[in-house]
């Protein structure tokens, strides 16, 4: 097959009717530029194809170019030496006038000279232009999302489209609460995220004719804020600075980063009423937070005590379990320990008084993941329900374990344990037996609860009711005290065992002295690494601790009820999302609301200096509301109590 051929540079493909008429014969290749064209000449169109540009000819440059091969083109060579392109790239087919010739089959030379005369040219594309079937638009090409975003947003701005949406569309009102990000850094994904889905939702109420009434939120208090700014601060700025002095930083630094990340939700495009966004430190929003904390105590949902609580040695606070997480990968040094029974007179089983009477003793086994807590044990816990063995090891000791455990125990500790008779749980409580680590003190066998199983350990609980919630509970029904030898910094007091543990850190330096020590005692049967889920600081990424302190809880039980109807009148969208908040609900604890911060509400209380009992009634409860509302919270650092109590 023969073919009318032309390379052009692809710009100048609208003086392809131009070089058709005058010039362009069959088997004849204008080549110029970086960019080729190669054009074919059929009946009533022309084909092109755009190659690669391998060869660089300018357009003044005339080269004899032959094409060849029987199917398509294979190669093109020039007479001068190294010129030469493979023809590759997309195909297209426009149409051209019919007067182009096709009758000769003879080699020739042509080029394309230099575009003159702008006029003709135009003319020339006009002809084109027009056997082009397609739309006709002013939009640009081109996104240019960078400029173009923000034309959009001083155009919505300007002529105040949401403002003019949500006032004057003539549905009922819509109203999606912002759920408050911390003001404590740069936004991410999830803030996007959070942000355009809500802006989604609103934005169709919006076209369906409702008044969606959108006001954004910032939770402005808090100790991630405030360690922020403690991060910010010199080590000799916070050693001496005070709790109002930290507050102006915070509420600086709070300020400050609302206004950065307004902006860039502003830039997200989000709809709302930045002008008036609410915030947790303005004084009306503190003095409403002071009114519903007023309301929940008079009605008995508020209480103070001190209990267990999760704590942060590197924050220094106590910590609600949303505030906690549970990387994976942490290991803890796990304690299997026989405490030696020292009498027996509720038991009536002889072969119990003869294993307290043998040279080595009777004794108890128990497992801890958490060594350091041993200083503070005041009970060992069994299960009523389950069967424990009397056992006897090769060095003549007798010790109890649960008899499913037998097998398990006798593994890890590398020696065997022959039983002696089975005992059931109850027969165990009552038993006393010596404090491992307090010379002197004597504890006690108690009956625990459904958590002492069988399925790890020995079956006999170690008990600490200052650091630990089911041996608080235990711990309170037996009367027994929350001890806690532990202070603020997660390090012991001097009244952990008998002061020889004092200033050490619990989980180091203390954990290693409590194994050292019941290992010397003889009370250490195995002491191995133990990988497990463990509570750690969301903020500060650190371990953290139970330990009992004086704080206050929010009773859930006492709204329990309440809550869960609330959550059953709700449509939820999707229906999944009912059941995540509900078994938060079920299975929440007491909620610890109180924190040894300085930035944040204060809890409006106060205390008798004789007594030390907590004064909080109405009419204290109204004068802070009050004073918060005129003046914001810092007024209760700066004042004195005698100038805030109401007259009486």
Not at 468 to 475: H, L, S
Request: glycine share 10%; net charge neutral; aromatic share 10%.
């Amino acid at each position: 097959p023969s073919f009318s051929t032309l390379f052009c540079n692809v710009d100048w493909i609208s003086e392809i009717d131009r070089v058709c008429k005058t010039r362009l014969r069959q088997n004849n290749i204008i080549c110029c530029g970086r960019r080729w064209v190669l054009v074919t000449v059929m009946d009533g169109g022309l084909g092109f194809v755009l190659t690669g540009g391998a060869t660089c000819l300018s357009s003044r440059s005339v080269v004899e170019l032959v094409c060849r091969g029987s199917r398509g083109w294979s190669g093109c060579w020039g007479k001068r030496k190294g010129y030469g392109t493979r023809l590759v790239g997309h195909v297209g087919f426009v149409r051209c006038p019919s007067s182009v010739g096709t009758k000769s089959n003879t080699r020739m030379m042509a080029a394309v000279g230099d575009r003159k005369g702008r006029k003709g040219v135009d003319e020339e594309e006009s002809i084109y232009k027009n056997t082009v079937n397609l739309p006709q638009t002013s939009f640009q090409q081109r996104a240019n999302a960078k400029v173009r975003e923000l034309e959009i947003q001083k155009f919505w701005e300007k002529e105040e489209v949401y403002e003019r949406l949500s006032r004057g569309n003539p549905g009922e009102p819509f109203t999606l609460h912002d759920g408050p990000p911390y003001a404590n850094g740069n936004l991410h994904m999830g803030h996007a995220l959070n942000k355009v889905l809500k802006d989604i939702v609103n934005r169709y109420q919006l076209m369906r004719g409702r008044k969606a009434v959108f006001v954004p939120g910032w939770d402005c208090h808090g100790l991630p804020i405030e360690l922020k700014v403690l991060q910010s601060m010199k080590s000799s700025e916070r050693k001496n600075s005070t709790p109002i002095d930290l507050r102006r930083r915070a509420r600086d630094f709070a300020l400050k980063t609302v206004e950065e990340q307004k902006s860039v939700f502003r830039r997200f495009g989000i709809w709302a009423d930045w002008d008036q966004p609410y915030m947790t430190l303005q004084p009306e929003y503190e003095a409403a937070q002071i009114g519903v904390f007023g309301e929940m105590f008079l009605k008995g949902y508020i209480y103070r005590g001190r209990k267990p609580v999760h704590w942060s040695p590197s924050s220094r606070t106590a910590l609600a379990e949303a505030e906690l997480e549970y990387p994976e990968g942490h290991i803890s040094r796990s304690c299997y320990a026989a405490f030696r029974i020292t009498e027996s007179s509720v038991s009536s089983n002889s072969d119990v008084q003869r294993a307290i009477q043998s040279q080595s003793g009777l004794h108890v086994a128990i497992w801890t993941t958490t060594p350091w807590t041993l200083p503070a044990n005041r009970a060992v816990a069994v299960n009523p329900n389950l069967n424990y063995a009397l056992t006897k090891a090769p060095d003549g000791r007798y010790i109890i374990v649960a008899q499913d455990l037998t097998a398990s125990v006798a593994e890890k500790i590398g020696f065997e344990l022959d039983m002696i008779t089975a005992l059931k749980g109850t027969e165990l409580v009552g038993l006393h037996y010596a404090h491992p680590l307090e010379d002197g003190l004597v504890c006690t066998v108690i009956a625990g609860g459904d958590y002492i199983t069988t399925e790890s350990g020995t079956g006999l609980v170690h008990t600490a009711p200052g650091h630990g919630q089911e041996d608080y509970v235990v711990g309170m029904r037996e009367g027994l005290e929350p001890f806690s030898p532990v202070d603020d910094a997660g390090k012991f007091t001097a009244a952990a065992a008998n002061g020889k543990l004092v200033g050490l850190d619990v989980l180091s330096a203390g954990n290693q002295a409590v194994i050292e020590e019941i290992t010397a005692s003889g009370v250490l049967l195995l002491e191995e690494p133990y990988s497990h889920k463990y509570p750690y600081d969301w903020r500060t990424k650190k371990p953290t601790i139970f330990r009992a302190t004086e704080q206050w809880f929010a009773s859930v039980d006492g709204f329990r009820d309440v809550a869960l109807g609330a959550i059953q009148s709700v449509n939820w969208m999707p229906p999944v999302g009912e059941n995540r908040i509900r078994g938060m609900v079920e299975g929440r604890s007491d909620w610890c609301i109180s924190r040894q911060r300085s930035w944040g509400v204060p809890i409006p209380v106060f205390y008798d200096k004789e007594s030390g009992e907590a004064v909080l009634t109405e009419e204290t409860i109204g004068a802070v509301q009050q004073l918060f509302r005129e003046r914001g919270s810092d007024a209760w650092y700066e004042m004195e109590a005698d100038e805030i109590l109401p007259e009486s």
